[in-house]
């Protein structure tokens, strides 16, 4: 049976490509001249230049053609999710949802399952999360990811799985997506540290107290703390604030040394900020270092009173 993959972002298309090594794909961009570029070229140079698609990925402009797939994963950006979901509510009520995006929709406050489950209350909605580069998933390089979904999914486990894709299952949906959402902010966070060459030592203990943030919200969330700890909260926390692949780190690194950034970029990490923000604010939950992120997004506040700001708060134990 086709798995269908809609919206060809970079992560939508390394996934069709690397699912396709087990069957039939179908890939679903809503710019036709960008799919008939991607249909003549077997390439998306748009979004993830350099990859081949593989002969068993078809790639279309019409959504319909996916009203036969029984799995389908969501790679629109999460900012756009809500909407996406509601427009297109009556293909995919009934089936099974996998949302691969990471953040916190700034209208509702909600994750993507909370969406999935409102717009379409007859599917079943997973999340398919952790560290991974959409160019090391495109080439084949080994990768493990969360798959959350609220009852226990061996089957879909298995049928998502890949020989370099390895998946790890949970039914903590709640702790998957806000550690997928929460490291975004918290590497935009060790981006601006780098990027006013305030240190390695700083991103450290950066690194440290934004996972006792992500930590703190997550529990008050009804997480559990091993899913924090796995690869959809630690490991895609050290990945992303490591990485010069992340365009969350980067855009803190332009943040921090006052350089442009292109705005066409995907930057989760700048509306979960936000998000997280008011989240926190009304469950009375302390995240300091989200609340300047959002701030220093907005332009509200230089890097230099915001880092003066977290290292003048009261001390306190660990
Ligand atoms: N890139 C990565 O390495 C990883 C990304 N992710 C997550 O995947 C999600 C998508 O990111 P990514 O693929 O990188 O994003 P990209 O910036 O590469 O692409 C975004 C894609 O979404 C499409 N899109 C935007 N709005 C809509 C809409 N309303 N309806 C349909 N399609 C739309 C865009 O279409 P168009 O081209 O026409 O503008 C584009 O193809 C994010 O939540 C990200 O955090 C997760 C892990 C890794
Ligand atoms: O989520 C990712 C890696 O796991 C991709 O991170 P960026 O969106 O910061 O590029």
């Given at each position: 049976m086709t798995i269908a993959?809609?919206?060809?972002?970079?992560?939508?298309?390394?996934?069709?490509?690397?699912?396709?090594?087990?069957?039939?794909?179908?890939?679903w961009a809503r710019d036709a001249a960008h799919v008939a570029e991607m249909q003549e070229s077997r390439r998306n140079?748009?979004?993830?230049?350099?990859?081949?698609?593989?002969?068993?990925?078809?790639v279309t402009a019409e959504i319909t053609d996916a009203a036969g797939c029984e799995v389908v994963l969501l790679g629109v950006p999460m900012q756009k999710m809500g909407r996406f979901l509601s427009e297109n509510a009556a293909l995919l009520d009934g089936k099974v949802l996998v949302s691969c995006s990471?953040?916190?929709?700034?209208?509702?406050?909600?994750?993507?399952?909370?969406?999935?489950?409102?717009?379409?209350?007859?599917?079943?909605?997973?999340?398919?999360?952790?560290?991974?580069?959409?160019?090391?998933?495109?080439?084949?390089?080994?990768?493990?990811?969360t798959l959350a979904c609220r009852t226990d999914s061996p089957g879909l486990q298995a049928r998502l799985s890949t020989p370099t894709l390895r998946l790890y299952r949970t039914t903590d949906t709640i702790g998957a997506e806000l550690g997928g959402a929460l490291k975004n902010?918290?590497?935009?966070?060790a981006g601006v540290v780098i990027g006013?060459?305030?240190?390695?030592?700083?991103?450290a203990a950066l690194m440290t107290r934004g996972f006792a943030e992500m930590n703190r919200l997550a529990m008050k969330l009804g997480a559990r703390p091993e899913t924090l700890m796995g690869l959809s909260g630690f490991g895609d926390l050290v990945l992303t604030c490591?990485?010069?692949?992340?365009?969350?780190?980067?855009?803190?690194?332009?943040?921090?040394?006052?350089?442009?950034?292109?705005?066409?970029?995907?930057?989760?990490?700048?509306?979960?900020?936000?998000?997280?923000?008011?989240l926190a604010?009304?469950?009375g939950i302390d995240m300091p270092i989200a609340a300047m992120i959002a701030a220093l997004c907005a332009r509200e506040i230089s890097v230099s009173d915001a880092v003066t700001a977290l290292l003048s708060r009261p001390l306190k134990e660990e």
């Open positions: 993959v809609l919206g060809a972002g970079a992560f939508g298309t390394a996934l069709a490509i690397s699912l396709a090594q087990r069957g039939p794909v179908l890939l140079t748009r979004r993830l230049p350099g990859a081949v698609l593989p002969e068993c990925l078809t990471k953040g916190i929709d700034l209208a509702t406050g909600r994750g993507s399952v909370e969406l999935i489950e409102a717009a379409c209350p007859g599917a079943r909605a997973a999340v398919l999360t952790g560290p991974s580069f959409a160019a090391d998933i495109a080439r084949g390089l080994p990768t493990a990811l902010v918290i590497a935009i966070a006013a060459n305030l240190g390695d030592s700083a991103r490591t990485s010069l692949q992340s365009r969350n780190f980067r855009y803190g690194i332009a943040l921090g040394s006052g350089a442009d950034f292109d705005p066409g970029v995907t930057v989760e990490g700048a509306a979960t900020a936000k998000a997280v923000t008011r604010q009304g469950h």
